[in-house]
């Protein structure tokens, strides 16, 4: 892969992965309530969804969502859903002290994060459109293919990390437990919202 490709598609993944979206919402809730460390576990399931759409996009699969009206309404639904669902869980949640949390919600945090991006499908297709175009199809379409898959993973661990860092920033705030429960309102307004944007989108 040339060089000047490279840098074309890593600039393209900065861009992509500093617009705000459900990634950074929980990047910086889980990072505002448990610090940088757990929020890890968040972050590193972003990165797996990131690399199973990147998967579905090598395997052609991404077409299907662009194509099926259907495929893509089904997944946009569950999608918008389950950010809604969050919202509401995290809008209800009584404040409590800022304390460190168990390996059962550890767990519960990565498994969160996977499925919030996973059932993203504007993500796949925006993929789908962008990948293809920075892969030579006469050089070794695998090995383009995983440095690119690698690029994004890297770029959008160090951009969900800095949104994380940013939000630990403001722990010192949450040891007022009324503070903990209007940030709650506050990130729970954000998965709603996040969920309402994601229900408004189209295929197009």
Same mark, same amino acid.
């Given at each position: 892969?040339a060089?000047?490709?490279?840098?074309?598609?890593l600039?393209a993944?900065?861009?992509?992965?500093v617009?705000?979206?459900?990634?950074a919402?929980v990047?910086?809730?889980?990072? /505002?309530?448990?610090g940088y460390?757990?929020?890890?576990q968040?972050?590193?399931?972003?990165? +797996?969804a990131?690399? %199973?759409?990147? =998967?579905?996009?090598?395997?052609?699969l991404?077409?299907?969502?662009?194509?099926?009206?259907t495929?893509?309404l089904i997944l946009?639904?569950?999608g918008a859903a389950?950010?809604v669902w969050?919202?509401?869980q995290k809008w209800?949640s009584?404040?409590?002290?800022?304390?460190?949390?168990?390996a059962?919600?550890?767990?519960?945090?990565?498994?969160?994060?996977v /499925?919030i991006?996973?059932?993203n499908?504007?993500?796949?297709i925006?993929?789908?459109a962008? +990948?293809?175009?920075? %892969?030579?199809p =006469?050089g070794n379409?695998w090995?383009?293919?995983l440095i690119?898959?690698?690029?994004?993973?890297v770029?959008?661990?160090f951009?969900?990390?800095?949104?994380s860092?940013?939000?630990?920033?403001?722990r010192p705030?949450?040891?007022?437990?009324?503070?903990?429960?209007?940030?709650n309102?506050v990130?729970?307004?954000?998965f709603?919202?996040a969920g309402?944007?994601l229900?408004?989108?189209?295929?197009h």
């Amino acid at each position: 892969m040339a060089w000047q490709v490279w840098l074309a598609f890593l600039v393209a993944s900065i861009i992509i992965s500093v617009t705000p979206g459900p990634g950074a919402v929980v990047s910086m809730s889980v990072g /505002l309530r448990y610090g940088y460390r757990v929020s890890l576990q968040s972050i590193a399931g972003l990165q +797996v969804a990131l690399v %199973i759409q990147l =998967a579905i996009v090598a395997a052609g699969l991404g077409a299907v969502l662009a194509t099926s009206a259907t495929a893509f309404l089904i997944l946009k639904i569950c999608g918008a859903a389950y950010l809604v669902w969050l919202g509401i869980q995290k809008w209800r949640s009584a404040g409590e002290p800022v304390s460190t949390t168990t390996a059962i919600e550890v767990k519960h945090l990565f498994r969160t994060a996977v /499925l919030i991006n996973l059932t993203n499908p504007k993500a796949i297709i925006f993929m789908a459109a962008l +990948v293809p175009q920075f %892969i030579d199809p =006469a050089g070794n379409q695998w090995l383009q293919f995983l440095i690119l898959c690698a690029t994004t993973v890297v770029v959008d661990v160090f951009v969900m990390s800095c949104y994380s860092l940013l939000a630990t920033r403001f722990r010192p705030w949450l040891a007022d437990v009324r503070a903990q429960r209007l940030q709650n309102r506050v990130f729970g307004g954000l998965f709603v919202t996040a969920g309402a944007a994601l229900a408004a989108t189209s295929r197009h």
